[in-house]
């Protein structure tokens, strides 16, 4: 008797030990990514890794101003291309759709979610870089946009879904049409929900390399407008990490704690937006 | 006025035996519902229901849970338009005229409802009362109608000084009168509620029923209830539905006193419900 138990308090022991160190392994791999991060780069995030070009080849110093303008740009333009066509998208799930239309769209865009995104890089390509002959911020917009897509769209569904009918119908015996009813009531009332998904949708292209290689390519100065190959940050970090160069080196891992970092602040501000809502929805 | 009198014809017709024609004879018909049948896909939930609504008073529907009593208010404001496979046959008149023929949201405008579980919007209290005036196009300054639909839901002293803060902070019945002066806000011709006290302390209760008797002076109310001693309280008639049938109108001293159907008088008593 006593044994077993002994047995079973070890067994517990153990079990309890193990996933707790698996738990902290995969924690601590945040924090060693973050440490190397700092460590390696920490040093050349300056004045100037903001605010001046990258320095021509075997020259110290220089900076990123470029690929950090052009990472807002690609954001700011995938986001403009991505959010509205999934929102709309959701929208008709949520309200319109019926069966049949529903799930096709549901499965579809499940299957996009999934597509690797080099796929749709190489989509990108052959729809607006092949026929304009040059590689342009647009087309990485795109490429990045279509990414938002899935996310933006499931997630706006699933967050109407869950807005009670009783709210729609309050609206509707106040004399709303079924789409003002959408517009006033049932859109403000998931809107965090649909805030947070966008956020995060934002955050996962935000560092996405493959697409952008041979969209919005590389571009060692400024670059204006939104047709011309552009810099960004993670194919910037390609680049230099690849140098033989150890000032590039430098300057790719301040590149990264850069994206990470903007990552982890928009993963936190996603946060702080749902929960603002879950205390406002609560009744 | 010739309407009314046709209307009150089938509503005789419709029911032979009922006290409906008193009814009909003394008072002015605001609705008219005629030879209603009702149907979710294949399922028949109310069997030709014939009834009138009488113009400022209140008209109490009474009966078991899944009589059908919902079903029966949300055809008044056709709100069962949103519920996929619902069908129905039959008429309804407002003042004389078929509801069905008319633009839905031009005529779900005439008249208000207040569901079960209190239903504000998320926004501020202001936001709530001001929705139906700014979807309609208010003839007033919205602060105006805000405050006089605030008064006469019993809600203006509680709340003048919290305009702008969630109606989610409101208490439940608070809420509940919010919601009754949202619907107000439109200035409705008939006020639906749907059992809308029974998420509600006894005090809350009191409070809307008080509402209830002040305000059938300048608008027509429908009530469902499942509390009888409610419907004694509030109501000038009652109607009691039995699976799907009305067994029962009458004013609603005679209905509780002097029931016609023995139905009726063992719903009332207690026997069964
Ligand atoms: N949306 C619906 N689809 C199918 N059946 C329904 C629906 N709503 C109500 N019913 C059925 O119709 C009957 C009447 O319901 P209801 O009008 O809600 O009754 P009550 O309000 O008197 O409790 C019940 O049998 C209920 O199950
Ligand atoms: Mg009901």
């Known amino acids: 008797m006593t044994a077993r138990v002994l047995w079973r308090k070890s067994l517990s022991a153990v079990m309890l030990s193990l996933t707790g160190v698996c738990a902290f392994v995969a924690v601590s791999v945040l924090f060693l990514i973050l440490g190397y991060l700092v460590i390696h780069g920490g040093r050349s995030v300056n004045w100037d890794f903001f605010t001046k070009l990258p320095a021509p080849v075997g020259e110290l110093g220089g900076g990123m101003a470029n690929a950090i303008l052009g990472s807002a740009k690609l954001l700011a333009l995938a986001s403009l291309i991505g959010v509205p066509l999934g929102l709309l998208g959701g929208v008709y799930l949520a309200e319109f759709g019926g069966h049949a239309a529903g799930f096709v769209v549901r499965y579809a865009a499940d299957l996009l979610n999934g597509t690797p995104s080099i796929v749709i890089g190489i989509f990108a390509y052959a729809l607006l870089v092949l026929p304009f002959k040059h590689f342009s911020t647009f087309s990485g917009a795109f490429a990045l946009g279509i990414m938002m897509i899935p996310i933006t769209l499931r997630s706006t569904e699933e967050f109407l879904r869950a807005v009670p009918l009783a709210l729609r119908e309050g609206a509707l015996a106040l004399g709303a049409s079924k789409w003002r009813a959408i517009l006033t009531v049932v859109l403000p009332a998931a809107y965090r929900g649909i805030l947070t998904a966008v956020l995060l949708a934002l955050a996962r292209v935000a560092g996405e390399t493959a697409p952008l290689l041979f969209t919005a390519f590389s571009n060692r100065f400024w670059s204006p407008g939104w047709n011309q190959p552009t810099a960004s940050l993670p194919v910037m970090i390609y680049t230099y990490a690849v140098s033989p160069y150890d000032d590039w080196h430098r300057q790719a891992w301040a590149a990264g704690l850069l994206l990470l970092g903007l990552v982890l602040v928009i993963n936190l501000l996603a946060r702080v937006v749902l929960s603002r809502g879950a205390a406002v929805r609560r009744s | ?273």
């Open chain 2, 1 to 273: 006025m010739p309407s009314t009198a046709n209307s009150s014809v089938s509503l005789a017709a419709g029911l032979p035996a009922s006290p409906g024609r008193e009814l009909a004879g003394e008072h002015s018909m605001r609705m008219n519902i005629s030879k209603l049948n009702f149907y979710y896909g294949e399922k028949q939930v109310l069997f030709d229901i014939s009834l009138g609504v009488a113009a400022a008073r209140l008209t109490a529907l009474i009966g078991p849970s899944g009589c059908g009593k919902s079903t029966l208010l949300r055809t008044l404001n056709r709100m069962h338009e949103t519920v996929r496979n619902a069908r129905l046959d039959g008429e309804i008149t407002l003042d004389g005229q078929s509801i069905f023929l008319q633009d839905v949201t031009q005529f779900r405008r005439r008249i208000g409802m207040v569901f079960q579980k209190p239903n504000p919007f998320p926004k501020s209290i202001f936001d709530n009362v001001a929705y139906g005036p700014r979807i309609n196009g208010a003839s007033r300054p919205l602060s105006d109608v805000v405050e006089a639909s605030l008064r006469r839901a019993a809600l203006w002293d509680e709340v003048k000084d919290q305009l702008h803060k969630s109606a989610y902070e409101l208490s439940g019945g608070q809420q509940q009168r919010l919601c009754i002066a949202r619907a107000l806000a439109v200035e409705p011709e008939v006020l639906l509620l749907d059992e809308p006290c029974s998420a509600l302390d006894p005090i809350s209760t009191a409070k809307v029923e008080e509402l209830l008797v002040q305000l059938k002076s300048s608008c027509t109310i429908v009530i469902v209830t499942h509390n009888m001693q409610q419907a004694a309280r509030v109501s000038d008639f009652t109607a009691f539905l039995l699976n799907g049938s009305l067994i029962e109108f009458s004013p609603t001293p005679q209905l509780f006193t002097t029931p016609a159907d023995s139905r009726t008088e063992a719903y009332i008593t207690g026997r069964f419900g």
